[in-house]
Nanobody, 117 residues
Framework: VQLQACGGGLVQAGGSLRLSCAAS????????MGWHRQAPGKPRELVAV???????DYADSVKGRFTISRDNAKNTVYLQMNSLNPEDTAVYYC????????????WGQGTLVTVSS
């Protein structure tokens, strides 16, 4: 199973970006999918998560600005990021709890988001 993330880039403060992450390989089902991020010199943190039942949860720092969604037919998770600020600059990693023969958590390769002031 592989997770391929894309959509990062450079954006000015106040702008928007949309990240996507597609899972491929031997997949029976996917439980939760989510996004984490890691800024330089800081630990990795949870940004948003969405369950198989479409329940969502967000870090306080992104509530009201970011929206996570998923397309189960495409095994893809999205992160719509609005009102970006320089503190959102980080490498964003997608993750998914995937069942092939057993459940295993997979991580994408990371996509860099840079927000300029």
């Amino acid at each position: 199973v592989q997770l391929q993330a894309c959509g990062g880039g450079l954006v000015q403060a106040g702008g928007s970006l949309r990240l996507s992450c597609a899972a491929s390989g031997m997949i029976s089902s996917i439980n939760d999918m989510g996004w984490h991020r890691q800024a330089p010199g800081k630990p990795r943190e949870l940004v948003a998560v969405i369950t198989s039942g479409d329940s969502t949860d967000y870090a306080d720092s992104v509530k009201g600005r970011f929206t996570i969604s998923r397309d189960n037919a495409k095994n893809t998770v999205y992160l719509q990021m609005n009102s970006l600020n320089p503190e959102d600059t980080a490498v964003y990693y997608c993750t998914a709890l995937v069942r092939s023969t057993i459940f295993h958590r997979y991580w994408g390769q990371g996509t860099l988001v840079t927000v300029s002031s």
